[in-house]
């Protein structure tokens, strides 16, 4: 067995898949944005997600202040922009803001649910966010795929018809 340290525990967390979202919010005209993987949906009535900010976290400074942001679920080209917004990128990426209600839409998104802060939450070192749904993006097409986080690494769910491709076929790009 192994010990119950929190090594160890980020290696177990790391083993559920996750997607990847990059938190926006807007305050005046100053934009900040995170990337998260911690984040999930809560409710459908009301209609709830959850994202848990790091207590260090400078988007969580600025959303104290705006009491709104939107969830931008990244997509598998968007890679370079989840590692801009972690603070790992080795170079700058192109990156498009547009209004969207609750925080800015990243432009390429998978798809950005806006939200208002409904409730927050203590939990050790993390703060949890509940947010109400304010607004939600056009369905995108057939054919995009979303980013994936697990163990550590990005994935790219290949392309292809959803139901045909086979099941393991994800392209790691990096382990740390
Ligand atoms: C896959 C993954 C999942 C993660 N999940 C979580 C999570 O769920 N919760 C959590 O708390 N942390 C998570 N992190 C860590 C988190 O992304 C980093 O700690 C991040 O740096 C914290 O962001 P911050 O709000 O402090 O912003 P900063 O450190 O201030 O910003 C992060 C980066 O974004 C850039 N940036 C910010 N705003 C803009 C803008 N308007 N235009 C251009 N660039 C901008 C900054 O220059 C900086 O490089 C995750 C990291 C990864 C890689």
């Known amino acids: 067995m192994p010990e119950v340290n929190p090594e160890a525990f980020r290696r177990q967390a790391g083993l559920f898949a996750t ?3 990059v938190i926006t919010v807007q305050h005046d005209r100053q934009i900040s944005g995170m990337t998260a993987n911690a984040f999930t949906s809560v409710s459908l009535d009301p209609l709830l997600v959850l994202v848990a900010f ?3 976290a400078h988007t969580l400074e600025v959303l104290a202040q705006t009491g ?3 969830v931008n679920v990244l997509s598998r080209e968007q890679e370079n ?3 801009h917004f972690a603070g790992s990128a080795a170079s700058l990426p192109e990156i498009h803001f547009e209004g969207f209600e609750g925080g ?3 432009v390429g998104s998978l798809a950005t649910i806006g939200c208002s802060v409904e409730q927050v939450v203590s939990a050790g070192d993390h703060r949890l966010v509940v947010g109400r749904v304010i607004a939600l993006s056009p369905t995108p097409a057939e054919g995009e795929r979303p980013l994936v986080f697990w163990r550590g690494a990005y994935w790219r769910l290949p392309a292809g018809d959803v139901g045909q491709a086979p099941a393991l ?3 790691q790009i990096f382990f740390d």
């Open 81 to 83: 922009l989840s590692r």
């Open 54 to 56: 790091s207590r260090q």
């Open 68 to 70: 709104e942001f939107a």
């Open 19 to 21: 997607g990847v979202c």
């Open 169 to 171: 076929e994800g392209e």
């Open 104 to 106: 800015p839409r990243l």
